[in-house]
């Protein structure tokens, strides 16, 4: 499958990247994987997510990003 291009971000203009974010859940053990899109510039923190799928936490980035 191949995912959406990410806007840059709409504060700075830096490029975004997808962060994959994994933990583990107490009562389960089981591992479970959470999507974010996050500026790269560091002084910007501009993030959205995180959304259960990596084409879900893009879609919300360039949504906000238009
Ligand atoms: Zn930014």
Known sequence: MKLPEIKPCPHCGSPARLDTQRF????????????????????????????????????VWNQRAT
């Open 24 to 59: 583990k859940v107490d009562y389960t053990s089981t591992l479970q994987a959470e999507y974010a899109v996050e500026c790269t510039n560091l002084k910007c923190w501009a993030t959205v997510g995180p959304q259960d799928t990596p084409r879900e936490a893009i879609d």
